[in-house]
């Protein structure tokens, strides 16, 4: 073989080693948050729970969502005491592979600190049979008809009718949650901020306006689970007892003054649709 005509084969084959070389580098395209997610909520769903070890996992949960898994009445934390099993594993899944943005929760969530899928079992499974408290945050109860109306014109066929959720769907259950909080996600659903919301919701509330909002959620705040899901009034969790809910003795807020939240006499609102258009 001429030099030539060598040097052009050994090009020619150096180049297949190098293409070959760089394919066997690249790494297989990652699965997408959303599949990651629910590859793991189907692994945790064959798991049994271990109430114990969820009470120990959920030690770390009781920094932010306080030992009775209450939240606060604010909005900054949701209640989850009570809440369905299978809700609790797919919001933790969805946040763990980042398919719900929660950057304040996400740090305390990750295998490295929460624990694997068994974990995840078990705190689930601890939360869900925690008593829920009987005095969640409301909102200022002025338009509770027409929040009733729209309730049950777009909400009941998915939350049911009294906000119980549904467990093999994982919709969350939202009788009793905090009315800022369920504010804060609502916004949070239509901007498209909380990715991992169900399409057919994101829709459906697409042609509220802000009374029709802010009045059903008043009225879904004001609905009432189950009376044996309900904590009696000044019930703290007998799991935590050395916990401190007041660090550095710093008292608790004070309840709001009586009628601050009723309305002032106004004028005549604008009058809106009764119930926002079906999407």
Not at 104 to 121: D, H, T
Not at 130 to 154: C, F, K, R
Not at 165 to 173: K, L, V
Request: charged share 20%.
């Amino acid at each position: 073989m001429s030099r030539p005509a060598f040097a052009i084969g050994l090009s020619i084959a150096l180049s297949g080693l190098v293409s070959t070389a760089a394919a066997a580098q690249d790494p297989a395209p990652a699965e997408s948050p959303a599949e990651t997610a629910r590859l793991e909520y189907e692994q945790v769903m064959t798991l049994t729970p271990d109430l114990e070890n969820g009470r120990r996992v959920y030690l770390t949960c009781a920094v932010c969502h306080r030992p009775e898994g209450w939240g606060a009445p604010d909005g900054t934390y949701p209640q989850i005491a009570g809440q369905l099993r299978t809700v609790i594993i797919k919001q933790l899944a969805d946040i763990r592979a980042r398919n719900r943005d929660n950057p304040l929760m996400y740090p305390f969530s990750v295998p490295r600190i929460l624990g694997g899928p068994q974990s995840v079992a078990d705190v689930a499974a601890y939360v869900a049979q925690l008593p829920m408290t009987p005095e969640n945050g409301v909102g200022p109860g002025v338009d509770l008809a027409l929040g009733q109306e729209v309730y049950a014109e777009h909400c009941t066929k998915c939350h049911g009718e009294n906000g119980e959720g549904n467990e093999a769907e994982h919709i969350p259950a939202i009788a009793g949650q905090h009315y800022l909080y369920l504010m804060r996600q609502f916004d949070a659903i239509r901007t498209g901020r909380r990715k991992n919301s169900d399409p057919k919701m994101v829709k459906q509330i697409d042609g509220f306006t802000p009374r029709h909002q802010a009045a059903v959620l008043d009225y879904t705040s004001r609905l009432r689970p189950p009376r044996s899901k309900l904590a009696e009034t000044g019930w703290t969790n007998p799991d935590f007892p050395a916990y401190v809910r007041d660090p550095m003795g710093v008292p608790p807020m004070p309840p709001m003054p009586a009628g601050l939240m009723e309305a002032l006499p106004s004028a005549e609102p604008p009058a809106y649709p009764s119930v926002p258009p079906a999407r």
